[in-house]
């Protein structure tokens, strides 16, 4: 079972989204604590929220949401109806290039389920370890919102880090925060060293993760959301608790944003294993 925001964080939407597909009945939660009140969901409920997200990004409402999921639509049909909005979509102006990318892999992540890849899931120690970052907010989770807020922020890093007299020692690390702002977005580089006075970065030391559960994802960055299906399902089917925050480790970052070539470990603090 997993909280409401580990669930929002592994289906990658927000913490008040949850809230109020609660409120209006279309994704309840699989219990609630009668004393506290609090949320709690399953990893078979991923599924349901895929196509509720893959729904709403097409443009459907979320009363004509509730009547398609409610429907059992097939992964066939529903591909058929995604597939048809996309073409809509690719003759849109640039500004929606971005939902174009989403609805891909939203589809992509439907398409698979049933048949999950096999992922190997290692549990690890985490080390600390001192970063330099800097931190933006996203609308929402998803390469659609993330992408355009932690791309320049890795920019920005990149020119100001050696500008600041420190020295990266470690691939980039990513984590976030859910806040009814938004997505506070961490875009972060492992470094050495003593800052300039006056830098604009932050210097953070992450605490070491006695024990976490981690996976490699290849490829896409838009087709991630599948490594994050798998690893929750992973740890609900072992007994473990998912702690804050899962970090994103990018092991080998193409200079082409769309490339096939990436190379990130998703990284999750976890619990002793209940019962």
């Not at 990513?174 to 003593?194: K, L, N, R």
Request: glycine share 6%; proline share 7%; charged share 20%.
């Amino acid at each position: 079972m997993f909280t409401i925001g580990d669930f929002a964080r592994f289906g990658r939407v927000s913490v008040r989204m949850l809230r109020h597909y609660d409120e209006i009945g279309l994704l309840p939660p699989a219990t609630v604590d009668a004393s506290t009140g609090y949320r709690f969901y399953t990893a078979d409920q991923l599924a349901r929220l895929n196509r509720i997200a893959a729904l709403k990004d097409l443009g459907f409402t979320l009363h004509q949401v509730a009547q398609i999921v409610d429907d059992r639509l097939s992964a066939e049909r529903l591909r058929g109806m995604l597939q048809l909005r996309k073409a809509q979509l690719a003759q849109q102006v640039a500004a929606d290039t971005a939902r174009l990318a989403a609805v891909e892999a939203r589809l992509r992540r439907i398409e698979k389920e049933g048949d999950m890849p096999a992922q190997d899931v290692v549990i690890t120690t985490v080390p600390a370890t001192l970063v330099a970052e800097l931190v933006g907010v996203a609308a929402g989770y998803g390469d659609h919102a993330i992408g355009p807020v932690i791309q320049p922020l890795y920019k920005r890093l990149d020119a100001l880090v050696p500008a600041s007299g420190l020295t990266i020692v470690g691939p980039s690390i990513a984590y976030y925060e859910d806040t009814e702002e938004g997505v506070v977005v961490h875009a972060a580089e492992q470094v050495a060293g003593t800052p300039v006075t006056g830098t604009p970065l932050t210097l953070v030391r992450l605490p070491e993760v006695p024990r976490a559960a981690t996976t490699v994802h290849r490829g896409r960055l838009a087709d991630i959301d599948p490594a994050f299906d798998a690893l929750a399902r992973w740890i609900d089917e072992n007994g473990y608790t998912a702690l804050d925050p899962v970090r994103e480790v990018y092991l080998h970052c193409p200079p082409d944003i769309d490339s096939s070539e990436w190379v990130v470990e998703l990284q999750v603090p976890i619990s002793t294993p209940q019962g």
